[in-house]
């Protein structure tokens, strides 16, 4: 319990300095027998006819078993070209690498629905590949309750092999500004897909 809350406390400084630095749109908590993790989005349009955006992605995720915890940011910028098409570039920091990337994208969005996806390769000689997307519905459950059930997804892997893929499934409720319900967070590791589930609980803020 009390690794939990070191845990918490150095994740909360973490994005409490992203806060100040950009407008914060979702800050997310999720937790499990294995895991702690905090994550933000960031989304920005840039232009007023919305065609230059912006979207940047932050985690920081304690492994309780191994005692670790590993940070992430991925921010990329698109264009607009035609019905939410074109290309874009950004950057992934970790903890030990800092890499440029770019390729094409696609965004749908309505009230309750989105999907976003894209498709990048980083700026190098051998590079390692990336398919990411986000779907994310909100279905009326009745007149006073909306379910709230969101996938995320990234495929990486490189000309020789597979390296990681992962999916984060959130299944719950949306109650306005909070959301919450059951996490399934599932890894796939290395040219032998080894996996790892891990269930879970979240909780989900989202400022409009």
Same mark, same amino acid.
């Given at each position: 319990?009390?690794?939990?809350?070191?845990?918490l406390?150095?994740?909360?400084?973490?994005?409490?300095?992203?806060?100040?630095?950009?407008?914060? #749109?979702?800050?997310?908590?999720? =937790?499990?027998?294995?895991? !702690?993790?905090?994550?933000?989005?960031?989304?920005?349009?840039?232009?007023? #006819? $919305?065609?230059?955006s912006?979207?940047?992605?932050?985690?920081?995720?304690?492994?309780?078993?191994?005692d670790?915890?590993?940070?992430?940011?991925?921010?990329?910028?698109? $264009?607009?070209?035609?019905?939410g098409?074109g290309?874009?570039?950004?950057? &992934?920091?970790?903890?030990?690498?800092?890499?440029?990337?770019?390729?094409?994208?696609?965004? $749908?969005?309505?009230e &309750?629905?989105? !999907?976003?996806?894209?498709?990048?390769?980083? !700026?190098?000689?051998?590079? #390692?590949?990336?398919?990411?997307? =986000?779907?994310?519905?909100?279905?009326?459950?009745?007149e006073?309750?909306?379910g709230?059930?969101?996938?995320?997804?990234?495929?990486?892997?490189?000309?020789?092999?597979?390296?990681?893929?992962? /999916?984060?499934? &959130?299944?719950?409720?949306?109650?306005?500004? =909070?959301?919450?319900?059951?996490?399934?967070?599932?890894? /796939?590791?290395?040219?032998?897909?080894?996996? #790892? =589930?891990?269930?879970?609980? !979240?909780?989900?803020?989202?400022?409009?």
């Amino acid at each position: 319990m009390k690794e939990k809350l070191f845990s918490l406390l150095g994740t909360l400084i973490f994005f409490g300095l992203t806060h100040q630095l950009s407008a914060q #749109d979702v800050i997310e908590s999720s =937790i499990g027998e294995e895991f !702690f993790n905090v994550e933000t989005w960031i989304t920005k349009p840039l232009t007023k #006819d $919305y065609k230059l955006s912006i979207f940047s992605l932050n985690t920081a995720e304690r492994n309780l078993d191994l005692d670790q915890t590993n940070f992430m940011s991925y921010t990329i910028v698109s $264009y607009d070209l035609f019905k939410g098409f074109g290309p874009t570039v950004g950057t &992934r920091i970790l903890k030990d690498r800092v890499v440029a990337l770019g390729g094409p994208q696609y965004t $749908y969005y309505s009230e &309750r629905f989105l !999907f976003t996806a894209n498709f990048t390769s980083e !700026f190098k000689s051998s590079p #390692d590949f990336e398919f990411f997307s =986000i779907l994310q519905g909100r279905p009326k459950l009745n007149e006073k309750l909306d379910g709230f059930l969101q996938g995320q997804f990234s495929f990486n892997f490189n000309s020789d092999q597979h390296l990681l893929s992962f /999916q984060y499934l &959130r299944i719950g409720a949306d109650l306005g500004m =909070i959301q919450t319900g059951l996490a399934f967070n599932q890894f /796939q590791f290395g040219e032998d897909w080894d996996y #790892d =589930i891990q269930p879970g609980l !979240f909780l989900r803020l989202e400022f409009k």
